[in-house]
């Protein structure tokens, strides 16, 4: 759990680091971090999924996650009664993505999606300038791929769908697939290549789903910026020149790393404080 203080500027004054325990041994100290630094108000991206229906009797709370321990755990309530300051909330990739649309990659437009890829697949998707909810919020990281046929893991490593986007391009997929951590993997080109074969697929589905100006990619995975040349080689393949306009014709300013230094979460969490302030 990573705690901040900043301002509206984006900018960052300290932040800290809390070791993911059990509630009861993680909220303590973050709650008292905070307490003496006088802050206005609170942004919290939290692992998930979680509830941001705010007519829910559970809204703020993580709801169903496989993490041990957090299931039906209140996040917004506590804080909030804590440190009587107003809380905004919403998913760690949301975070994400508001934090690049505010201060880094997305600033100016409205209409973004941002994939982190690490130890799981997160998406997070801006359209019209609101972060995207719904029924709950967005899970791309289950949507289904097509998977190639030179795959030495063509069945999959996401315990619930198998060939998903998880199942097939997260750093544990990589692992599993190679015997080997995706950083001592990094100068064999054919594991990058079926790599970005799946990450253009997720981008392929999600331009033609949500429309977005710009797709952000972040997490561990992504350092390896060796993908992006190939996510665009593969994305342009399998759009198959269906779409013309000034997003896809631009796929090196469409397909972009995320640019805030790993802060991307915290700083959008000062924007969900600000907002929460309105």
């Keep these: 759990m990573v705690c901040a203080i900043g301002d509206e500027t984006g900018k960052i004054f300290e932040q800290v680091l809390f070791p993911t325990k059990t509630p009861e041994e993680t909220i303590p100290p973050m709650i008292e971090y905070f307490k003496d630094k006088n802050i206005e108000a609170l942004g919290i991206a939290s692992f998930g999924p979680v509830d941001l229906d705010k007519d829910s009797a ?3 709370y993580i709801t169903t996650t496989p993490k041990a321990g957090w299931k039906n755990t209140d996040l917004v309530g506590v804080f909030k009664e804590a ?31 941002y994939f982190t890829v690490g130890t799981g697949f ?34 999959g490593n996401c315990p619930f769908h198998g060939s998903c986007l998880e199942g097939m391009a997260s750093g544990p997929a990589i692992e599993k697939r ?30 033609m789903l949500l429309s977005p ?27 198959k020149d269906y779409l013309n306009n000034s997003a896809v014709n631009d796929l090196e300013h469409y397909i972009v790393p995320a640019s805030l230094h790993d802060d991307q979460g915290i700083m959008g969490c000062l924007k969900l404080a600000m907002d929460a302030m309105e």
């Design 178 to 207: 190679w015997g080997k951590k995706a950083i001592e993997l990094k100068d064999d080109p054919k594991v990058w290549d079926l790599e970005a074969y799946y990450l253009a697929q997720g981008v392929v589905a999600t331009t």
């Design 122 to 155: 997160g998406m997070g998707l801006m359209s019209g300038g609101n972060l995207v909810h719904g029924a709950m919020h967005p899970e791309g990281g289950h949507i289904m791929v097509r998977v190639r046929e030179d795959d030495p893991m063509p069945e």
């Design 83 to 113: 440190l009587n300051v107003p809380v905004g909330f919403d998913t760690d990739v949301n975070g994400s993505l508001l934090g690049e649309m505010t201060f880094g990659q997305g600033k100016g437009l409205k209409d973004a999606a």
């Design 213 to 239: 100006k710009i797709i952000i990619l972040g997490g561990g995975v992504m350092h390896q910026e060796q993908l992006f040349p190939l996510i665009r080689k593969w994305t342009k393949e399998l759009l």
């Design 58 to 60: 559970t809204y703020g």
